[in-house]
């Protein structure tokens, strides 16, 4: 089966980096994706991870870690926009994931 | 480009009933995934379907039935709802199959089964 867990809830203040941490256990494994979701929209594409090692896209990065089944979101200088939730989604032939983070930015 | 298109946005229906949800996937995808996301559940896979075949199916009911036409346009039917299929049904248009590229997702359409 699928096992794909991340925090409930994190919350920041404007300006600092929060980590959202993913760890998977799956049948299957071609690669980690990162979604992020406000409320009432369609989920959008962050970042993709298929190899160990950390992948940077301005103020958002992503690393993955194969054999210790471990991800993270990291999100720099925060922004009030930035409140979310952001979905871990393990690429095993379909996309499964996790229940998602919360992530509330406070001014 | 067009975006992923699901219609309709928002449907009301009752216990018994059955209904179909429609997805236009992103021009030259040939991949669509349906997904149920509810606020206990999350995001849960229903089936994957490319160039017209069924290719992936999720842990659902077979009351849960999908297809896809050869312009790649895809349905999702529901037959007999129950209370419990009340949910944000999303669709997921990619240019591969079995996940291996981005997944474009549609506004959704929220289901009320009353």
């Not at chain 1, 494994?29 to 896209?57: I, M, R």
């Not at chain 2, 349906?34 to 290719?55: A, D, I, K, V």
């Amino acid at each position: 089966g699928q096992n794909i867990d991340q925090p409930t809830e994190m919350t920041a203040t404007e300006g600092a980096i929060v980590q959202i941490n993913c760890t998977y256990q799956t049948s299957g494994f071609n690669g980690l994706f990162w979604y992020q979701q406000h409320a009432g929209e369609a989920p959008t594409f962050l970042s993709y991870n298929v190899l160990d090692g950390l992948e940077e896209k301005g103020r958002f990065s992503s690393f993955l870690s194969r054999s210790k089944g471990y991800s993270y979101l990291l999100l720099k200088e925060l922004q009030m926009k930035d409140s979310a939730s952001y979905l871990c989604a393990v690429d095993d032939y379909k996309l499964s994931f996790g229940a998602g983070t919360t992530v509330t930015v406070r001014a | 480009k067009a975006g992923v298109t699901q219609t309709p946005r928002y449907l009301i229906k009752t216990r018994g009933q059955q209904v179909t949800l429609s997805c236009s996937p992103i021009s030259g995808h040939r991949s669509v995934s349906w997904y149920q996301q509810t606020p206990g559940q999350g995001l849960q896979f229903l089936f994957e379907y490319f160039s017209e075949t069924q290719r992936n199916k999720g842990n659902f009911p077979g009351r849960f039935s999908g297809r896809q036409f050869s312009n790649s346009r895809s349905e999702m039917n529901v037959s007999t709802l129950e209370l419990g299929d009340s949910a944000l049904y999303l669709c997921a248009s990619s240019s591969k199959t079995g996940g291996r590229a981005e997944a474009f997702f549609g506004q959704g359409t929220r289901l009320t089964v009353v």
